[in-house]
């Protein structure tokens, strides 16, 4: 199986802050990777696909780079609603893997 | 706009088998591109990719997390547009909750999840 990991596993930050989450993939997985965002209580919710791509209705301070085995997910301006627990996940190969999830707290 | 929504017993004696359906309604659940996948996370814990499976035709093809593919099932019935989970032989470490979701490498749409507990 292709390990996932994430950094932070949890993170502090102010309103209107940047924010970024890292996530590693144990080898090469070439641009499979999606990330996703849970509420708590909620199914996570997709939003971007394929290392950068935005998810319909996402907003546009959401971002995400990264190729092979280094990844980066990107909040440009923290917003209230951004409290979260965020997750990678990997396709390159079967089965599928996630993360242990980045939780997103206010300062 | 597609729905899905699990359903089933939210306590399962240790030993006995998880049974668990996931109905799907706003879109097609057999051909297209699509995988129907069931994925578990335990409280406070990440998430766990169980399997999936989808449909060729008529032929519908499962792939299962070596993880648990001695113990677990997915079966799809077109006709009801449900896909269904088996897992035997539950432990206490299986008390989850349980999500099903579309899959197209992503999983772009999910039920809202169940919890099943496992207890005698």
């Known amino acids: 199986d292709i390990r996932m990991t994430q950094s932070p596993s949890s993170l502090s930050a102010s309103v209107g802050d940047r924010v970024t989450v890292t996530c590693q993939a144990s080898q090469d997985i070439s641009s499979s990777l999606h990330w996703y965002q849970q509420k708590p209580g909620k199914a996570p919710k997709l939003l971007i696909y394929?290392?950068?791509n935005l998810e319909t209705g996402v907003p546009s301070r959401f971002s995400g780079s990264g190729s092979g085995t280094h990844f980066t997910f990107t909040i440009s301006s923290l917003q209230p609603e951004d409290i979260a627990i965020y997750y990678c996940q990997q396709y390159e190969s079967l089965p599928h893997t996630f993360g242990p999830g980045t939780k997103l707290e206010l300062k | 706009q597609v729905q899905l929504q699990e359903s089933g017993p939210g306590l399962v004696k240790p030993s006995e088998t998880l049974s668990l359906t996931c109905t799907v309604s706003g879109g097609s659940i057999s051909g297209g591109s699509y995988y129907w996948s069931w994925i578990r996370q335990p409280a406070g814990a990440g998430l766990e990719w169980i399997g999936h499976i989808y449909t060729t035709g008529s032929i519908m093809t499962t792939d299962y997390n070596p993880s648990l593919r001695s113990r677990v099932v997915i079966s799809m019935d077109m006709s009801k547009k449900q896909f269904s989970l088996q897992l035997h032989s539950v432990t206490a470490a299986d008390t989850a909750v349980y999500y099903c979701?579309?899959?197209?490498?992503?999983?772009?749409?999910w039920g809202q999840g169940t919890l099943v507990a496992v207890s005698s």
């Open positions: 979701a579309r899959e197209l490498t992503y999983f772009d749409h």
């Open positions: 394929d290392v950068s």
